[in-house]
């Protein structure tokens, strides 16, 4: 090694570790702001200002959030394969400010909203006022979905799994982004929500469009300390030979698996790039691709460890499916919860709060309880399990479906005690802290399993597919907004033909107290605690993967 690459080296070796993560963190909690804001009080501008009924408007968000998430599938593709993560953030925030900035100007001027005709609700109508509303929702998608995408696994990227301080570190970053993220997101459903619900709908707009601004300036300002890896094989090749292992597999499916997989094919190259992967006994029917055959034979040989990514992949599969049922729970709340508190007593004492800022009890919960987790569970935990995270990365997502399971039975209780009070009295309904029971416990479920599954996910991937992979968590809660959607249009179709002699669904119409949101909510608990039965078995079956001598990654500046 030349002494310019020595120092350069060097250089590099002090770059990364939590001083580049606090960049990261800053910009979490800048971004988050308005976006868990946006994303908690959209319903009712959806309702107040565009004239969606309850059902279009529940649908609405959680089509919004569900290509949001969906399209981090996007950013995490992009910052594999052409762009680092750092470029990637900054590229997908450009799209992010000018949706944000178009949902400002279409708040801003009347003549881009919808007029009330004879009382009955009617979205928005007219070419400019459409192409404004959709254009404004798409950019936030594809902005805020990229930025996910990337975004994690650059925080990631700043600790060296194979040092053992670094990998305690590694732990710890995703309980700090998810902090970070939660106490943004705190100021966002207060601050911007007051702002935008008793002021001016653009004036919160504008400020989510103004600190979201400042974060990306700070997020680039870090780039001096960032490890920033550079671009690799794209994800998609690689799943091409995913494929191409299967079908080798398939050819050489009548030859006979060896009694021992060392005799299987591996390069054995010390300086061969290429990512190791230790061998698994699972779905050993792939090993037949890695089998040695003889010289002249048409059959190709594969290496132990893309058989092995083949393997990763396929296990994955079934613990991204097992999520998505909880991401529906939890879509509730931004949704028909918010809809709940808007026709709840709001004062606390002499001060009226916000519907939609009552979401920042689960924010507030997660601000306190992260902490301890961090610096008494996981301490604790390290000493009986000598895991670094304190426990296994999918024993944490299981407490989170466990209690997002409660969350919703909870749920259904408030809802038949605000509507039988509503009944008696509807000039007294109940306080609306009575939703702080289901926030409170939704919001410690997704502390255990969203950060559970983030270090999962990176931790199980191939090193070249991280953001993708990432990405998963990201797919498991669009996923599961999507889904809301169809269980509130397929819910009300059935109940609908049932329900005689009304003829009305469970949650149709414009008005809760003639719904029977309490039956929806106990469904939603139903099938969580039926997920959760398959959910162990997928769990009990997954093996980590184990991991043998990787090459150092390609970093550049």
Same mark, same amino acid.
């Given at each position: 090694? $030349?002494?310019?690459?020595?120092?350069?080296?060097?250089?590099?070796?002090? &770059?990364?570790?939590?001083?580049?993560?606090?960049?990261?963190?800053?910009?979490?909690?800048?971004?988050?702001?308005?976006?868990?804001?946006?994303?908690?009080?959209?319903?009712?501008?959806?309702?107040?200002?565009?004239?969606?009924?309850?059902?279009?408007?529940?649908?609405?968000?959680?089509?919004?959030?569900?290509?949001?998430?969906?399209?981090?599938?996007?950013?995490?593709?992009?910052?594999?394969?052409?762009?680092?993560?750092?470029? !990637?953030?900054?590229?997908?925030?450009?799209?992010?400010?000018?949706?944000?900035?178009?949902? $400002?100007?279409?708040?801003?001027?009347?003549?881009?909203?919808?007029? =009330?005709?004879?009382?009955?609700?009617?979205?928005?109508?007219?070419?400019?006022?459409? @192409?404004?509303?959709?254009?404004?929702?798409?950019?936030?998608?594809?902005?805020?979905?990229?930025?996910?995408?990337?975004?994690?696994?650059?925080?990631?990227?700043?600790?060296?799994?194979?040092?053992?301080?670094?990998?305690?570190?590694?732990?710890?970053?995703?309980?700090?982004?998810?902090?970070?993220?939660?106490?943004?997101?705190?100021?966002?459903?207060?601050? #911007?929500?007051?702002?935008?619900?008793? &002021?001016?709908? =653009?004036?919160?707009?504008?400020?989510? !469009?103004?600190?979201?601004?400042?974060?990306?300036?700070?997020?680039?300002?870090?780039?001096?300390?960032?490890?920033?890896?550079?671009?690799?094989?794209?994800?998609?090749?690689?799943?091409?030979?995913?494929?191409?292992?299967?079908?080798?597999?398939? &050819?050489?499916?009548?030859?006979?698996?060896?009694?021992?997989?060392?005799?299987?094919?591996?390069?054995?190259?010390?300086?061969?790039?290429?990512?190791?992967?230790?061998?698994?006994?699972?779905?050993?029917?792939?090993?037949?691709?890695? #089998?040695?055959?003889?010289?002249?034979?048409?059959?190709?040989?594969?290496?132990?460890?893309?058989?092995?990514?083949?393997?990763?992949?396929?296990?994955?599969?079934?613990?991204?499916?097992?999520?998505?049922?909880?991401?529906?729970?939890?879509?509730?709340?931004?949704?028909?919860?918010?809809?709940?508190?808007?026709?709840?007593? @709001?004062?606390?004492? *002499?001060?009226?709060?916000?519907? +939609?800022?009552?979401?920042?009890?689960?924010?507030?919960? $997660?601000?306190?309880?992260?902490?301890?987790?961090?610096?008494?569970?996981?301490?604790?935990?390290?000493?009986?399990?000598?895991?670094?995270?304190?426990?296994?990365?999918?024993?944490?997502?299981?407490?989170?479906?466990?209690? *997002?399971?409660?969350?919703?039975?909870?749920?259904?209780?408030?809802?038949?005690?605000?509507?039988?009070? !509503?009944?008696?009295?509807?000039?007294?309904? #109940?306080?609306?802290?009575?939703? *702080?029971?289901?926030?409170?416990?939704?919001?410690?479920?997704?502390?255990?399993?969203?950060?559970?599954?983030?270090?999962?996910?990176?931790?199980? +991937?191939?090193?070249?597919?991280?953001?993708?992979? $990432?990405?998963?968590?990201?797919?498991?809660?669009?996923?599961?907004?999507?889904?809301?959607?169809?269980?509130?249009?397929?819910?009300?179709?059935?109940?609908?033909?049932?329900?005689?002699?009304?003829?009305?669904?469970?949650?149709?119409?414009?008005?809760?107290?003639?719904?029977?949101?309490?039956?929806?909510?106990?469904?939603?608990?139903?099938?969580?605690? @039926?997920?959760?039965?398959?959910?162990?078995?997928?769990?009990?079956?997954?093996?980590?993967?184990?991991?043998?001598?990787?090459?150092?990654?390609?970093?550049?500046?």
């Amino acid at each position: 090694m $030349t002494q310019e690459e020595d120092k350069a080296s060097l250089s590099n070796n002090q &770059k990364g570790g939590f001083r580049a993560s606090m960049f990261i963190f800053a910009f979490s909690a800048l971004e988050n702001m308005g976006f868990i804001a946006n994303t908690d009080s959209m319903v009712l501008y959806f309702i107040d200002v565009m004239n969606f009924d309850v059902p279009s408007a529940s649908n609405t968000l959680t089509n919004l959030a569900g290509s949001t998430f969906l399209l981090s599938l996007v950013g995490g593709f992009v910052s594999d394969t052409y762009l680092n993560r750092l470029h !990637t953030v900054l590229l997908f925030g450009i799209l992010e400010i000018l949706g944000l900035a178009l949902l $400002t100007i279409q708040a801003r001027y009347e003549s881009l909203h919808p007029e =009330y005709c004879g009382g009955k609700s009617r979205s928005v109508e007219g070419g400019i006022a459409v @192409l404004m509303l959709y254009a404004s929702l798409i950019l936030l998608a594809l902005g805020s979905g990229g930025v996910r995408g990337a975004l994690v696994v650059l925080g990631a990227d700043q600790f060296d799994q194979k040092d053992p301080e670094e990998a305690k570190g590694l732990a710890t970053f995703f309980n700090w982004l998810r902090l970070s993220t939660v106490m943004g997101g705190a100021v966002g459903v207060t601050a #911007i929500v007051w702002v935008s619900t008793t &002021k001016k709908w =653009y004036w919160g707009f504008f400020i989510s !469009t103004v600190v979201a601004s400042a974060g990306y300036v700070v997020l680039a300002a870090g780039k001096p300390f960032f490890r920033l890896q550079a671009p690799g094989e794209s994800p998609i090749l690689r799943i091409a030979k995913a494929i191409t292992v299967i079908g080798w597999a398939i &050819k050489n499916r009548k030859l006979p698996l060896p009694d021992k997989p060392e005799v299987l094919y591996e390069n054995d190259d010390k300086e061969s790039t290429e990512e190791k992967i230790g061998y698994t006994n699972q779905f050993r029917f792939l090993d037949k691709a890695a #089998i040695v055959v003889p010289e002249g034979s048409e059959a190709a040989i594969c290496r132990v460890s893309q058989v092995e990514e083949v393997k990763i992949l396929i296990r994955m599969l079934p613990i991204l499916g097992s999520t998505i049922i909880m991401n529906t729970c939890s879509a509730q709340l931004q949704t028909f919860s918010v809809q709940q508190g808007n026709i709840m007593d @709001l004062h606390l004492g *002499s001060l009226e709060v916000p519907a +939609a800022s009552v979401p920042v009890i689960p924010l507030v919960f $997660t601000c306190i309880l992260l902490p301890a987790y961090e610096f008494l569970f996981v301490p604790f935990a390290r000493k009986i399990t000598h895991h670094p995270s304190g426990i296994t990365q999918l024993q944490r997502v299981g407490v989170g479906l466990v209690l *997002s399971a409660i969350s919703m039975a909870v749920a259904g209780i408030v809802e038949v005690k605000r509507r039988d009070q !509503t009944k008696k009295d509807i000039g007294n309904p #109940i306080s609306v802290f009575w939703l *702080s029971f289901q926030y409170g416990i939704s919001g410690i479920a997704d502390m255990f399993t969203l950060v559970g599954m983030l270090e999962f996910f990176y931790k199980e +991937a191939p090193a070249c597919m991280r953001s993708l992979s $990432t990405s998963f968590t990201y797919l498991s809660l669009s996923f599961g907004y999507f889904l809301s959607s169809v269980f509130v249009d397929l819910i009300n179709a059935i109940t609908k033909r049932v329900a005689a002699p009304s003829r009305k669904g469970w949650i149709e119409g414009t008005n809760l107290n003639d719904n029977n949101l309490n039956l929806f909510y106990w469904f939603l608990a139903i099938l969580s605690c @039926l997920n959760f039965i398959n959910y162990l078995f997928w769990a009990s079956w997954y093996k980590y993967k184990a991991e043998e001598d990787h090459p150092q990654p390609n970093y550049s500046n």
